[in-house]
C-alpha cells in the first residue's frame, strides 16, 4: 500500500483517488499520526500532500525525521517538499511574487519523467521555494520563473515536487505518480472491486459471525451497495431499516419502499418526521443540525432493535471520504458527517459494521456493479444522509421543507427534460434563509431567496459548477416563482469546489 500524509491539503483525497486509480490501495493518515501508520501499516510508498502553510510560520506542521530515516521512497509534493528540504538541511526561502497556475516544466533525466514530454504543462502554487537542496539531492526540473521546482536524492528513494501532478491542469502528472507507484516503489496493480468484494464478504462474516445486523438502508448509492455486500454475506441475519425522517426529497421515501420491499432482504420503513423535527427545533448551526440528525438516527434505529430484539451490530454505508472530511485522526474537519463525527457515544450495539469505509465514491459504484446492482441505483446521484435537513439554511420547518421540495422537483425535472440530467453530476435547490423583497401580480412580496446548485465532477473531491444554458435556468426559476408559494427570487451558485463543498452546509 501507499500511504499518503496530510499536511492540511486541499487535494489529500484527490491524491489518495490518483493512486488508486493505478489499482494500488492506498489511505490518508495526517502529519502527527505518520511514524506510527509507517510502523504499523508497512507501506511501500508515502506520498506528502501539500498545505496551505508557508514552512517559516509557527504553527506550520512538522514531522519526525525519522520518517525520512524509514528507507521506505517519499514522494513530497508542495509544502511536503519545502518541509522535506528544511528538515534534510536545505534552504527554503520566501517569495515576493507567488508562483500560480500553468506552467511549462522543464525536465532533466529522473526516473519519475521516465516517457514523460518536455516542456509539459504542470499547476504551480508556491509560497515558499527552494533556495538550496539538502546534500545527496539534485534538481531535475524548473520553470521560467523557479530554478528548482522538482528534487531527488536516488541513493535514499527520496523525491519533491513543488507542483501538482494530482490535478488535472498537469497534463502527465498521472504518468508522474505511476512512476514512482510502480517503478520506484515496486507495486502492482492489483486493487480491484472483484478482490475487495470476496474479502468484504469473507470479513463481514467472520466479524458478525452468528450475530444479527440492523442496517441504515437510505436508498442512495452507499447504503444500496452496503445492502448488496451485507446480503451476499450473512443473508438473512440482515435486517435494512428505512428511517424516512422527513427530510427525503418530493416522493423520495415511496420510491425507496418501492425499490426495496419486494427485494427479498427483510424492510422495515419508519415514518419519523415529527421526531426529527422536534430534535431540530430552534437548531441554526449546520454542525448542531448533522450531530444531532446522527444521535436520533441511533436512537431510531436502537428503538427499532429492541423491536427486533437480540440485534448484535448497525450497519452503515460510511465511506473514505467522509471519513476524512468529518477529521477522524486528527485530520482537518470540513464538515462533520452524521455517520462519521455526529455518533454519540453510547449505543445499544456491540459495534459498527462499516463494509465501505475505505472506498472512495467511484469505488463504491464499481463495488455495486460487481455485485450486481443495476445501473439506475448505482450511478444515482449522491444524497447527503441528513437530506434536505442541510438544504435548509437556518432553522427547519415542515413548511420551509415543503416549499424546498417542490421547487427542488422543478429543477430537476427540468434538467432532464433537456437531456442535462446525465452530464451533470449533482445538482439540487437550497432554501436560503433570506428573505427579499418582489412583486407578484402587483402585490409586493417578501419571501425566500432559493440558490440552485450544479456541478461536474469525476470523484467528488473537485467540483466545477456547471454551465447550464440561460434559457434553461430562465425557464426553472420562472417555473418556481409561478408554482411554489413564498419563494420571489432565484440565484445560481457559480462556485467550484473547492473553495466551495458542494453543499451548502
Not at 65 to 71: A, D, L, M, N, Y
Not at 127 to 154: C, H, Q, R, Y
Not at 428 to 444: H, P, Q, S, W, Y
Amino acid at each position: 500500500m501507499i500511504l499518503v500524509v496530510d499536511f492540511g491539503g486541499q487535494s489529500n483525497q484527490l491524491i489518495a483517488r490518483k493512486v488508486r486509480d493505478l489499482k494500488v490501495y492506498c489511505e490518508v493518515v495526517p502529519f502527527n499520526k505518520a511514524l506510527n501508520s509507517i510502523e504499523e501499516k508497512k507501506p511501500t510508498g508515502i506520498i506528502f500532500t501539500g498545505g496551505a502553510n508557508s514552512i517559516y510560520e509557527e504553527k506550520a506542521p512538522k514531522i519526525e525525521k525519522e520518517v525520512f530515516e524509514c528507507g521506505i521512497p517519499i514522494l513530497a509534493l508542495d509544502y511536503g517538499t519545502q518541509l522535506m528540504v528544511q528538515a534534510l538541511g536545505g534552504k527554503v526561502k520566501k517569495v515576493d511574487r507567488i508562483e500560480f497556475g500553468e506552467v511549462n516544466l522543464n525536465i532533466e533525466e529522473s526516473v519519475l519523467f521516465k516517457n514523460i514530454e518536455n516542456g509539459n504543462v504542470v499547476w504551480i502554487n508556491n509560497v515558499d521555494i527552494i533556495e538550496e537542496l539538502p546534500e545527496g539531492f539534485k534538481s531535475t526540473a524548473s520553470t521560467k520563473n523557479s530554478k528548482i521546482v522538482a528534487m531527488e536524492n536516488i541513493e535514499k528513494n527520496l523525491f519533491g515536487f513543488q507542483f501538482h501532478p494530482e490535478v488535472n491542469n498537469s497534463k502527465y502528472g498521472k504518468d508522474m505518480l505511476a512512476n514512482f507507484v510502480y517503478g520506484v516503489c515496486g507495486e502492482k496493480a492489483d486493487w480491484t472491486m472483484a478482490n475487495y468484494a470476496k474479502t468484504a464478504i469473507d470479513d463481514i462474516k467472520k466479524k458478525v459471525g452468528d450475530g444479527k445486523v440492523l442496517l441504515a438502508l437510505s436508498g442512495g448509492v452507499d447504503s444500496s451497495v452496503t445492502a448488496a455486500l451485507l446480503s451476499k454475506a450473512i443473508g438473512n441475519k440482515l435486517t435494512c431499516i428505512f428511517v424516512d425522517h422527513g427530510f427525503m426529497r418530493k416522493n423520495e421515501g415511496d420510491e425507496v419502499e418501492e425499490a426495496f420491499k419486494d427485494s427479498g432482504m427483510n424492510f422495515i420503513r419508519v415514518n419519523a418526521e415529527d421526531r426529527f423535527l422536534n430534535k431540530l427545533k430552534g437548531i441554526t448551526d449546520p454542525e448542531e443540525k448533522r450531530k444531532a440528525i446522527g444521535e436520533e438516527f441511533i436512537r431510531v434505529f436502537e428503538d427499532e432493535g429492541r423491536k427486533i430484539k437480540s440485534v448484535d451490530y448497525l450497519a452503515q454505508g460510511t465511506i473514505y471520504p467522509d471519513i476524512i472530511e468529518s477529521g477522524v485522526g486528527d485530520g482537518a474537519v470540513i464538515k462533520s458527517h452524521h455517520n462519521v463525527g455526529g455518533l454519540p457515544d453510547v449505543v445499544d450495539f456491540k459495534d459498527l459494521v462499516e463494509p465501505l469505509k475505505m472506498l472512495f465514491k467511484d469505488e463504491v459504484r464499481e463495488l455495486g456493479r460487481e455485485l450486481g446492482l443495476p445501473n439506475y441505483l448505482v450511478d444515482r446521484q449522491p444524497f447527503p444522509g441528513p437530506g434536505l435537513g442541510i438544504r435548509v439554511i437556518g432553522e427547519i420547518t415542515k413548511d420551509k421543507l415543503d416549499i424546498l421540495r417542490d421547487a427542488d422537483y422543478i429543477f430537476r425535472e427540468e434538467l432532464e427534460k433537456a437531456g442535462l440530467s446525465k452530464d451533470i453530476n449533482q445538482y439540487f435547490a437550497v432554501l436560503t434563509n433570506n428573505r427579499t423583497v418582489g412583486v407578484k401580480e402587483d402585490i409586493r412580496t417578501y419571501d425566500y431567496t432559493l440558490a440552485l446548485r450544479a456541478v461536474e465532477t469525476t470523484d467528488f473531491m473537485t467540483a466545477e459548477w456547471s454551465r447550464i444554458p440561460y434559457e434553461i435556468l430562465d425557464k426553472v426559476s420562472r417555473r418556481i416563482v409561478d408554482e411554489v408559494e413564498h419563494i420571489n427570487r432565484i440565484v445560481y451558485d457559480i462556485t467550484s469546489k473547492p473553495p466551495a463543498t458542494i453543499e451548502w452546509e
